[in-house]
Nanobody, 126 residues
Framework: QAQLVESGGGSVQAGGSLRLSCAAS?????????MGWFRQAPGKEREAVAA????????SYTTSVLGRFTVSQDKDQNTVYLRMNSLKPEDTAVYYC??????????????????WGQGTKVTVSS
């Protein structure tokens, strides 16, 4: 059974930065595989943040994080990262990484991900 473990969450002030990591075990970075970052704020539904296919080139972001967040991967380390800059209070949430095989153009759709990490909490204060 594949396993994903997130780390790197914490508390920062608005304008600060964090880098989240997602270490994958028993998961192969094959063609068409995709790793996604999602977040869930209190009282809200889980939403997509970013996704990266194993080609390392096909990347998507939700509009609200464009220009502030960067997703990347290290295949040798079986790890995916989410660099978050210029953090805002509205970025406060539990962040989850997920693995799946979404069709082209649907990498931000959570229904295509079947393996999830336990989440890491990010709190941004104003």
């Amino acid at each position: 059974q594949a396993q994903l473990v997130e780390s790197g969450g914490g508390s920062v002030q608005a304008g600060g930065s964090l880098r989240l990591s997602c270490a994958a075990s028993r998961w192969t970075f094959n063609n068409n595989n995709c790793m996604g970052w999602f977040r869930q704020a209190p009282g809200k539904e889980r939403e997509a943040v970013a996704a990266i296919y194993t080609d390392g080139v096909t990347i998507s972001y939700t509009t609200s994080v464009l220009g502030r967040f960067t997703v990347s991967q290290d295949k040798d380390q079986n790890t995916v990262y989410l660099r978050m800059n210029s953090l805002k209070p509205e970025d406060t949430a539990v962040y989850y990484c997920a693995a799946g095989n979404p069709p082209s153009g649907k990498s931000l759709r959570r229904e295509y991900y079947n393996i999830w990490g336990q989440g890491t909490k990010v709190t941004v204060s104003s």
